[in-house]
Nanobody, 124 residues
């Protein structure tokens, strides 16, 4: 069983930056694939980024590529999402996810464990 707790969301002006953090509990968390999704009310969850293990691969959604960076610190059981050059369309609830073996790195249904979400609001 894995529990995920996100933090770092908030209100920022367009062009600004935020860093989200996600602390995972449970042993062997470092062996899990981890990632981030986001959701706007009335829309489906959108893939943002993921780190897949064996060998390590990093993927980004097209809308954030070049602006967001995902990373993890296994010693701290923490996953980060550095978000730069934020746009109003980045406004959403951001969810941290984890799974031992996601069958599709971009598919929300591929991840068994989800955090509670953290709100990111980008003002124009």
């Amino acid at each position: 069983q894995v529990q995920l707790v996100e933090s770092g969301g908030g209100l920022v002006q367009a062009g600004g930056a935020l860093r989200l953090s996600c602390v995972g509990s449970g042993r062997s968390f470092s062996n899990y694939a981890v990632g981030w999704f986001r959701q706007v009310p009335g829309k489906e969850r959108e893939f943002v980024a993921s780190i897949i293990r064996g060998p390590t691969r990093i993927y980004y959604g097209n809308s954030v590529k070049g602006r967001f960076t995902i990373s993890r610190d296994n010693a701290k059981n923490t996953v980060y999402l550095q978000m730069n050059s934020l746009k109003p369309e980045d406004t959403a609830v951001y969810y941290c996810v984890a799974d031992e073996r996601p069958y599709e790195y971009y598919g929300a249904n591929s991840y068994d464990y989800w955090g509670q979400g953290t709100q990111v609001t980008v003002s124009s």
